[in-house]
Structure formats: C-alpha cells, structure tokens
C-alpha cells in the first residue's frame, strides 16, 4: 500500500500540472485569436497520467476504507458526493460565465468547441477537485463490494479462528 500512496502522490502531482497548464496556457478571450490551442499538445501527452491518476485514485480509496466499518463507509461515500455535487454545481457556474463572456467578446468565431479560449472551461482546478473526490466516492462506493481473498489471508484464518475460540 506504500508504494501504492507513493505512485498516487506523484500522479497527481503531475495531474495536478496537467489542469494548470490548462488555465495558464489559455488565452483570454478579450484578446485576438492566436494560432492555435497549443494546449492539445499537453492534453495528447497528458491524458495517460489523467487514466492512471483516476485508476489509482479509485484502487486506493477502495483499500483504505475496506477496514471502515459499513456506517463510516456510508457516511464516507455520502460526504463525497455531497462534495462532488457542490464542486460541480460550483463548475458549471464558472463555465457558464466564461462561455457568456467569450460569446460576448469580439471573438464570436471561438464561441463554440474546444478552442484556445475554452480550455479553462474544462480544465481547471475546480474540474481537478471534482475529478479527485468523485474518484474517491467510486472508490468508496467499491469497497462495499466483496472482494476475492488472498493466499495468505487464506491460510491465517483458521488461526485467526483458533485464537479466538482459546483453542491455540
């Protein structure tokens, strides 16, 4: 499970930068159109590490709260949401204004798609933050289901059972 926190903290760290460069790289609409969206490089290059930081985020959510008690998990996985819920209702706000000013501008011509001026749209820090805690309720929501046991867990358990019946 270290190596496990370990490969998530550098994931999202990198993650982290890919959604940043998403705000810093964009152009503000109230400017001329450049030559490009230069931040489809970085989303081409990027996207594997979004894949895996999303996998590992669900994998070690699921296994850190395995051990919670069934009414801690459902607490858990309620905050979560209601957290997901909040950052997007929060998300969808921004990205409403932002599309009002970019129809507005005098660059009517990018109003619409992904384009050099609607990258902080979608990539954001508040999509990163939906993005982490979402992952995280999925990964709560799968620690209610059962999982297979291991070959060790296998072989301690009718010890575990014999120290608890004072038989060993």
């Not at 009414?71 to 209702?89: Q, T």
């Amino acid at each position: 499970m270290e190596k496990l926190i370990k490969a998530w903290f550098i994931i999202t760290l990198i993650t982290f930068v890919l959604f940043k460069l998403g705000e810093t790289m964009t152009a503000a609409y109230t400017e001329t159109a450049g030559e490009g969206n230069p931040y489809v490089l970085v989303l081409l290059i990027g996207w594997p590490f979004v894949l895996l930081f999303i996998w590992i985020t669900i994998r070690l959510a699921r296994r850190a709260v395995e051990s919670v008690h069934r009414l801690g998990r459902v607490g858990l996985l309620a905050g979560s949401l209601v957290m997901a819920g909040i950052g997007l209702y929060i998300n969808a706000g921004q990205a409403a204004s932002l599309r009002a000013g970019i129809r507005a501008s005098e660059n009517a011509a990018y109003a619409s798609g992904w384009n050099q001026f609607t990258n902080i749209i979608y990539a954001n820090q508040l999509t990163f933050f939906v993005l982490t805690v979402s992952c995280m309720a999925i990964g709560v929501a799968f620690s209610f289901v059962t999982r297979k046991q291991t070959n060790e867990e296998r072989l301690v358990e009718p010890f575990l059972v014999l120290v608890h019946c004072n038989l060993f």
